[in-house]
């Protein structure tokens, strides 16, 4: 995951840097075919499986900020002339604002569902609710008040309440794990156990373009059937056992499997399929109790600070 993170955090930045001096279409036609392919690509080897429209937003979110990052800042510059400013200056000040909301982009890479990806109506509006509440948490944290002025370790609460709304997944997955691994030897056998339709996350040795080899993580959706074997031939793919190795015998044209980019002579090195974790939404309970905790605290000093004041008003 810190190879992950390294890698969107240097994507950010060539974003920003890519973006200098663009107007905005141009801005996301650079952005998107240059630094999103790179996110996609080294994100997958990885495991991070992420839909392509949450990572065009990614690198477009940043490059859009260099509207108003320094030396170029064309925003800033515009700004500055109608203020009468040193255009310099308002960048820097403007880059300093833009950065509290630098986090969120990083956000909706690890949790889709604030871009309403397949998510239903209700769900939905449950999520504009929890993110809304989330954004004003997260403003009341950098910017040090909430009810009232806050003290260090009430802003660091209101961080992490902020970070639970925004991605719940990252605890719920370090006390059950998403997924369970099991032996590719069994893949006929899990498909026939798991219900219709459940992603398959494999580990794939194969080989590039040009013949190197190469390492990825491909999601294969299962097909209906009455069995493994007729769920994976519906997925367009066929394996076979080779000197103890599971390999990919067969992938048919347009199928699920080929659009995963599984080919003929893979070898899948790992598998894993989703273990039975609990909702993730049950660790929205604990970060609103925190965020209760802090509001009692902060109502009783805010009492206590106009009861004091106001004998000496008098």
Do not use: C
């Not at 944290?141 to 209101?158: C, D, I, P």
């Not at 347009?254 to 080919?263: P, Q, R």
């Amino acid at each position: 995951l810190g190879n992950v993170l390294l890698m969107l955090v240097l994507t950010a930045v060539l974003s920003l840097v890519l973006g200098m001096g663009l107007p905005t279409t141009a801005n996301y036609i650079v952005v998107s075919s240059l630094m999103a392919p790179v996110v996609v690509a080294l994100g997958e080897q990885r495991g991070l499986i992420v839909p392509l429209i949450a990572v065009h937003l990614f690198v477009f979110y940043f490059g859009i900020m260099a509207d108003v990052t320094p030396p170029v800042g064309l925003a800033s510059f515009a700004a500055a002339a109608v203020s009468g400013g040193d255009p310099i200056r308002t960048g820097m000040i403007a880059f300093f604002y833009s950065l509290r909301t630098a986090a969120l982009p990083f956000l909706f890479i690890f949790n889709t569902d604030l871009l309403l990806i397949n998510v239903d109506f209700t769900y939905g509006v449950i999520i504009f609710v929890i993110a809304t509440i989330a954004m004003l948490i997260f403003a009341a944290a950098t910017q040090g008040y909430f009810l009232t002025k806050n003290r260090w370790y009430e802003s660091v609460l209101l961080l992490l309440v902020a970070f639970t709304f925004f991605r719940p997944g990252f605890w719920m997955d370090r006390i059950v794990d998403p997924y369970d691994d099991v032996a590719p030897q069994e893949i006929v056998q899990v498909a026939t156990e798991v219900p219709p339709d459940t992603e398959l996350r494999m580990r794939i040795l194969g080989e590039d373009d040009v013949g190197n080899p190469r390492e990825f993580v491909a999601v294969l959706a299962l097909g209906e059937g009455a069995d493994g074997a007729e769920r994976l031939k519906n997925a367009g793919l066929d394996v076979a056992q080779i000197d103890g190795k599971t390999v990919v015998n067969n992938v048919a044209f347009g199928s699920v499997a080929e659009k995963a980019e599984l080919a003929f002579d893979q070898k899948i090195l790992a598998l894993r399929v989703p273990s039975d974790q609990p909702s993730k939404q049950w660790l929205w309970i604990p970060a609103l109790g925190v965020l209760v905790m802090i509001v009692v605290l902060q109502r009783a000093r805010r009492r206590r600070g106009s009861g004091l004041a106001a004998p000496a008003m008098a």
